[in-house]
């Protein structure tokens, strides 16, 4: 049986930017804190409207666009497999 890793990829709004760029993985699934951690490098206690509800699509599998332009997505990877 393979094993599973959720990426989480960034995207920035560039004419040359590819689109599996990997900001973190993890072995399980995030909860969505330490996903809103992940992309803010801040406690999710300390967020705004405007900082959660694009994190909580990403959470939910959805590619989201953040205030900066950037957008992320979620994504399991089996091991060894291309993406």
Do not use: H
């Amino acid at each position: 049986m393979s094993k599973k890793i959720t990426c989480l990829f960034s995207i920035d709004n560039n004419y040359d930017q590819p689109e599996n760029n990997l900001v973190c993985w993890w072995s399980d699934r995030p909860d969505i804190e330490t996903l809103f951690q992940a992309i803010f490098k801040k406690p999710m206690s300390e967020a705004n409207d405007k900082e959660i509800v694009p994190v909580v699509n990403v959470w939910q599998n959805k590619q989201s666009e953040f205030e900066d332009n950037t957008d992320y997505r979620l994504q399991s990877i089996v091991e060894g497999e291309l993406i």
